[in-house]
């Protein structure tokens, strides 16, 4: 592989559509990118033809991407370190990883979004216990993310979180360009929770869209969806005004509208109908909430956390729910009033989002000269 001796290196593990449209944005900002792909079909396609159509078809790929399915080269001279594996798969791909940066201090960023089904840990504490790294040392990255559109460049904007604001800064800088602006904040919690528990709602949504009930149930199940994730991150550590923001509100509505989104469509094929099984077997990526579903339940009931919808789209992956009969917007303990606000005592939305918005359209003003604060 030739690279360009000016540019900063950086490494991309996974190349499947995500991981590939990743590398693609730190190609087009500025750095010269190696894809790690399992399969040397795959990287010999993406060197010889710019190309991975099987995960981004029609997508042509910058000349300062390159790939190899040797780990060791991949991660030669590597100035960061992204990660686009599947979350279930993560562990063990690590053990793998681990020897080629033991004696390295580079930033290590995370682009899953997802639970480990056997801990109930999140993706970047995996990645702290199998490198055997400071946490300052990690990243994560979330936001709205829908592969195709990004590597479409259509605009969109993401967050950077790490518990290091330093860290977070320099992953920023190096992940944006013109069409991916960069957010950061140092609340991994509460970033990487959100990324995880949009995934639910948007198979709560899949489900009654493949049903055929319109508008007015699937706002009701993203609202109070919205209401679901953030007790639920709040009573695990995060901040609220996270779930406000692009980790939490902004994905939650790019997962649950866009027929891109793998959540959402395997949401829609349970409720056409499909078994569990049927639908794994039809989804040729991995759609990270159909795993993540018992993990968070489980988190949620130490938590003393009640999440109906979540509750919901476990039965019928169970097989034990109708999907016709999925309302868990609808779902109480008795008949008497409900209030709309969190268990957390803020209110749904309101104050936060707006503040939220209004510092996003500020930074964009600004020319993104820094990365601002999500």
């Known amino acids: ?31 010269h990118v190696t894809m790690w792909a399992r399969r040397p079909e795959l990287a ?15 997508i042509n790929l910058p000349r300062e991407m390159a790939a190899t399915h040797h780990l ?34 580079v930033p290590i960023v995370s682009l899953m979004k997802g639970v480990e089904r056997r801990t109930g840990l999140r993706m970047s504490q995996v990645i702290e216990q199998e490198l055997h790294c400071e946490p300052s040392r990690i990243a994560v990255a979330s936001g709205p993310n829908l592969a195709l559109e990004i590597a479409r460049e259509q605009p969109t904007a993401a967050v950077i979180s790490s518990t290091s604001q330093e860290t977070a800064d320099a992953v920023a800088r190096r992940a944006r360009n013109r069409y991916f602006r960069t957010f950061v904040n140092t609340d991994v919690i509460g970033t990487e929770f959100g990324g995880v528990l949009k995934n639910l709602i948007a198979v709560a949504i899949g489900i009654v869209d493949g049903v055929g009930y319109g508008e007015n149930t699937k706002a009701s199940i993203i609202t109070r969806g919205l209401v679901e994730m953030t007790d639920f991150a709040v009573a695990r550590g995060a901040q609220h005004e996270t779930l406000q923001g692009l980790a939490g509100l902004g994905d939650l509505i790019a997962t649950c509208q866009s027929p891109l989104s793998r959540n959402n469509t395997a949401g829609r094929l349970l409720g056409q109908g499909y078994s569990f099984q049927d639908v794994i077997k039809q989804m040729n990526q991995t759609a990270e909430g159909l795993a993540s579903v018992a993990p968070v339940l489980q988190l949620a009931k130490e938590a003393g956390i009640e ?11 169970d097989g034990t729910m109708n999907p016709r009969d999925i309302a868990p917007h609808l779902t109480t303990d008795d008949d008497s009033p409900k209030g709309e606000r969190t268990h957390n005592g803020q209110a749904g939305g309101g104050g936060a989002l707006w503040r939220s918005l209004q510092r996003t ?14």
């Open 44 to 58: 010999n396609e993406i060197n010889e033809a710019k190309r991975n159509s099987e995960y981004l078809p029609g």
């Open 361 to 374: 359209l500020d930074q964009f003003r600004d020319g993104g000269r820094r990365p601002p604060r999500d």
């Open 307 to 317: 999440m109906p919808i979540v509750e919901q789209v476990k039965r019928v992956l």
């Open 1 to 31: 592989m030739s690279r360009r001796q000016d540019l900063p290196r950086v490494t991309v593990i996974g190349a499947g559509s995500w991981g590939t449209t990743f590398g693609k944005i730190l190609a087009d900002g500025g750095a």
């Open 72 to 105: 060791s080269e991949a991660l030669d001279g590597a100035e960061q370190v992204y990660l686009s594996i599947p979350s279930q798969a993560l562990r063990q791909n690590l053990k793998a990883v681990r020897p080629l940066v033991a004696r390295s201090d």
